[in-house]
């Protein structure tokens, strides 16, 4: 293999797909007076600077990144603004979508959407992308220095929320289920994981900067016995210490106020384990004003149909609306979200619909200026059996749609480790080179985790020793990595 710089030059992703996310992580050393490339997407056959560029710059004392369509003699087309210090790790994703790229530095925006259509002769077709140079003009000394690893490529534009969220997954310890959560900006979240028992004066606290937090009516919360929440191993997703309240089936776990006064458009999303459900059913939720008129609102709830238990959404009239179609059993963690858009309502049971768009418009007489939701029961006739029974925990609500795509991720968060890698397989890339392989131990090639075998052959230039300097991001500063986490070293030059 020639002594050529790149960490590796795979083929066959994407090829001819536009839209794209590249994300991953480096450390540089030293950078000449032209610039290092990060990596260059552009077929080996393409006419020379085209394609799309990701690299860094100095500029005086300071190194910024910088983005580069390869047109000769105008510059770049976009700067970074933080300066990139020599020796530390940082994470960066590049996101094209249609003719505008945006590049996020550990999980920010670092360079706002740019106009950057291809230029005229660029070459997809192949897929084919190097990392650690350019390809087009290898007699540059444009090599990048230092440690490249984690890289990652997604057949779609990720999202900032989903880019914090990874970049988070590195640096945070705890529970990945939480962390999804909170990136899709919730207007409340109860994680319900408090233990004290003075009811009507403790409260459930709000994760979120909305401060929503409501004092409990049930006083079942030891955090021992059938008073927790999912837990590892089945719920890996969630801390060893998660709680989860239990309601008697006689009360409300409690009524929150000031949660999305008048929105009409929301997503509502829980985890429950039931306990016995009686004739007349049992509500998870009811959003409605306290001061409203009687069945009217979004309700909630198990219904036993049957011998059998299934969700159902209510409005309030003479007769459910819309009934699952997947028994509930007991004794078992269900995850359940509604969603509002205009005048239908859906509902996912374990990421998958179960009760696909239902017409549900208000009913006349609805009112939802305070904001109210009654966890547990029915607001409007509480004398009626019909609270909930079993456990309730880790409840959002959301001041917009969630997409079955965002609810399934919730959902399959719960059961994954919480590492950086987990994080990255949840938002399904094409490619995932973690770069672990060591030399001359290890394999020559660099293995695609993703599943869609990608593998590259590393170039010969990196070395690959899994100590010293070839050493990928590490606990106690990146917990979301493992020990033993390698990273190949590049130096430069040809």
């Given at each position: ?6 960490v590796?030059?795979p ?6 797909q ?17 610039g ?9 056959d ?20 910088f983005?580069?369509?390869g047109?000769?003699g105008?510059g770049?087309?976009g ?26 530095l ?9 106009y950057?259509p ?24 444009q ?30 310890a ?54 927790v ?5 089945v ?19 409690g009524?929150?106020?000031?949660v ?7 997503t ?18 009811h ?6 008129l ?5 309700y909630?709830?198990?219904?036993p ?39 239908d ?10 009760i ?13 200026t ?11 006739q ?22 079955r795509t ?19 397989l ?56 493992e020990?033993?986490?390698s ?8």
């Open positions: 293999m020639a002594n050529d710089g790149y590796g030059r083929t066959g992703v994407l090829a001819g536009n839209d794209y996310t590249v994300e991953m992580w480096f450390r540089r050393g030293p950078v000449g007076t032209l290092v490339y990060l990596y260059h997407r552009s077929d080996f393409a006419p020379s600077n085209t394609g799309d560029y990701l690299g860094l710059v100095q500029n005086g004392d300071f190194v910024y990144l983005i580069y369509d047109t000769p105008t770049v087309n700067f970074g603004f933080t300066d990139i210090w020599a020796d530390s790790w940082n994470h960066v994703a590049l996101v094209r979508e249609g003719e505008n790229v945006t590049v996020y550990n999980g920010q925006v670092e360079i706002p959407a740019t950057m291809p230029r005229e002769g660029t070459k997809w077709t192949d897929g084919s992308w190097a990392f650690g140079g350019r390809s087009d003009v290898p007699a540059l000394n090599r990048f220095n230092g440690n490249i690893d984690e890289i990652a490529v997604y057949p779609s534009a990720l999202s900032a929320t989903a880019i914090e969220a990874n970049f988070s997954a590195a640096t945070r705890g529970g990945r289920y939480h962390e999804a959560v909170l990136a899709r900006n919730p207007e409340a979240y109860w994680r319900l994981n408090e233990t004290a028992v003075v009811v009507g004066t403790d409260t459930a606290a709000d994760a979120t900067p909305g401060n929503h937090g409501f004092p409990y009516q049930t006083n079942y919360r030891s955090g021992t016995g059938t008073e929440g999912p837990r590892p191993p719920y890996a997703g969630f801390e060893g210490t998660n709680n989860a309240p239990t309601m008697p089936g006689t009360g409300y776990l009524v929150a106020s000031g999305l006064p008048d929105a009409n458009d929301y509502a999303e829980l985890w429950f384990r039931r306990g016995p459900v009686g004739s007349i059913g049992a509500y998870l939720y959003r409605s004003d306290l001061d409203a009687t069945n009217t609102g979004d909630l709830g198990l219904w149909a049957g011998r059998n238990v299934t969700l159902f959404v209510y409005d309030g009239g003479a007769d459910i609306i819309a009934a699952g179609r997947t028994e509930i059993v007991t004794n078992r963690w269900y995850h359940v979200a509604l969603v509002r858009q205009g005048e309502v859906t509902v996912y049971l374990d990421g998958q619909v179960e696909a768009a239902a017409r549900m418009p208000l009913r006349e007489g609805t009112k939802w305070d904001g109210t939701w009654a966890f547990g029961g029915r607001t409007d509480p004398a009626l059996a019909q609270h909930f029974a079993g456990e309730i925990d880790e409840i959002a609500i959301y001041p917009q749609v969630l997409d965002t609810v399934l991720r919730h959902f399959n968060a719960a059961f994954v480790t919480p590492t950086y890698a987990n994080a990255l949840v938002d399904a890339p094409v490619a995932y080179w973690k770069l672990d392989e060591t030399r001359p131990a290890g394999a020559t090639d660099a293995i695609d985790a993703s599943g869609h075998g990608h593998g590259f052959t590393y170039h010969a230039t990196p070395t690959r020793t899994g100590t010293g300097t070839d050493v990928g991001p590490r606990p106690p500063e990146f917990p979301g990595f020990a033993s986490n990273a190949p070293t590049l130096y430069g030059g040809r």
